[in-house]
């Protein structure tokens, strides 16, 4: 008997090839089946064949989604905030934290954060090892940047950090230049893991960077228009290219500041083919990135396919930095992400307010961690430092508002099963 049955949803799977009409059974936290679902409704037979069959009729499945790009140290640093209140309504399963954590702090990070989370979280290890305690500037003190501490602390959390993060752009490395990025590659050279490398405003620009990066490591913020030897006269750079060309991952990380319009359309015309994440944090949750799937429908509004998008946010960003998840195919966990997918013209808006129109857009239904159904949970609000614009206040006092008022008060004795008992009984 299976646990769960999904009946009849487009099952779009890029890892397996798969994008029909199929049934999906889950036994046991995995993958058992995936069978195609007929016209006439053959498919898996869901009589007395499981415990719970969910009629997915008109919907889209995929993998859980794989949000290389987060930030989910809440409570301990500035860009912190909790997974699982966006988890549940974004179908978005496994989360790896970009280097919120150095080696000072990544004990509590996995034991603060991480293990209580519904989700699967994983790290990236911060070059430095304040890690992201505050705004910006980890990188001012070179003392920090100790790479045998690093090196021993990622040793002892074995699988669970999964590569190294440094943020390279003028505010960050300060009168360093080049030096915290060449310790941050010596560290992942070291312990055979990519390195993810934030781009901004330099210096250090894109051609002092491509050098240090090889094949496998992570270019984040890809689609910024911070960096001004990203693209220039609407085509990729020399130094760009180089590092495309070296085998470089090309990852959006969209946050608050890093995804424009017109660098990413530049970017596809050119071949590239980047990574979908949000790099979600207490600011950019509120937008423009608001969450994965919002992140995948601009990749589509840019000129990608749906199959693409899909990919983008599933199995490459697992394959980046070999995680067990991503697909569908019998064997897999059980990670599931079930959406209605509308199709129409949607307006969505880069990080300066430029638009364009998608022609989808998701939204989740239901979120399956381990073929376990996660429930309903709320977020807490943005904390005092986090600057929100007029709107944005709005809208988070409006969800405040909304939330108290989904609890109902029932008092009518019709509104329940049995009357109520006698105060002698």
């Known amino acids: 008997m299976w646990d769960l049955l999904l009946r009849g949803g487009r099952v779009l799977d890029p890892a397996s090839g798969l994008d029909a009409l199929a049934d999906v059974a889950v036994r046991a936290g995995r993958v058992a089946e995936v069978r195609p679902h007929g016209p006439d409704g053959t498919g898996l037979d869901p009589e007395g064949a499981a415990t719970d069959v969910v009629d997915a009729g008109g919907r889209l499945i995929t993998p859980g989604l794989v949000d290389m790009h987060t930030h989910i140290w809440h409570g301990a640093t500035y860009w912190g905030m909790d997974p699982d209140p966006t988890a549940w309504r974004t179908g978005v399963t496994t989360w790896v934290d970009a280097g919120s954590a150095g080696a000072y702090s990544m004990d509590g990070l996995r034991r603060f954060a991480a293990e209580p989370a519904r989700v699967r979280v994983h790290a990236l290890i911060n070059v430095s090892a304040v890690g992201l305690v505050a ?34 752009d003028a505010r960050t490395v300060g009168a360093h230049g080049l030096e915290p990025l060449r310790r941050a590659s010596e560290l992942a050279r070291r312990l055979e893991r990519p390195l993810m490398v934030h781009v901004g405003y330099g210096p250090p620009t894109i051609a002092d960077i491509a050098p240090l990066l090889t094949e496998g490591d992570i270019l984040t913020h890809c689609a910024s228009g911070c960096p001004s030897d990203l693209v220039a006269d609407g085509r990729l750079t020399d130094a760009a290219r180089r590092a495309l060309d070296a085998g470089a991952v090309f990852d959006l990380g969209h946050g608050s500041g890093a995804l424009a319009f017109d660098v990413l359309e530049t970017e596809l015309a050119a071949g590239v083919r980047p990574t979908a994440s949000s790099d979600l944090h207490a600011r950019s949750t509120h937008g423009p990135a608001f969450d994965l799937p919002t992140v995948m429908a601009k990749l589509v509004a840019a000129g990608t396919s749906l199959p693409e998008a899909v990919a983008a946010a599933t199995v490459r960003p697992a394959r980046a930095l070999s995680l067990d998840a991503g697909t569908l195919a019998p064997g897999a966990a059980a990670d599931i992400a079930v959406f209605d997918l509308e199709e129409g013209r949607f307006p969505v808006v880069d990080v300066h307010g430029t638009a364009r129109e998608s022609p989808i857009r998701l939204t989740n239904t239901a979120t399956y961690v ?56």
Not at 152 to 166: E, N, Y
Not at 378 to 404: K, N
């Open 135 to 168: 705004e910006t500037g980890e990188h001012h003190a070179l003392d920090n940047l100790d790479i045998d501490a690093a090196a021993a602390v990622a040793a002892r959390h074995g699988d669970f950090v999964r590569g190294v993060k440094a943020r390279i």
């Open 370 to 425: 381990g073929g376990r159904l996660l429930p309903p949970c709320s977020a807490e609000s943005p904390p005092p430092w986090i600057p929100l614009s007029e709107a944005q206040r709005s809208a988070e006092d409006e969800r405040v508002r909304r939330t108290r008022s989904a609890v109902r008060r029932l008092e009518r004795p019709e509104d329940f099963d049995e009357p109520f008992p006698r105060a002698d009984a």
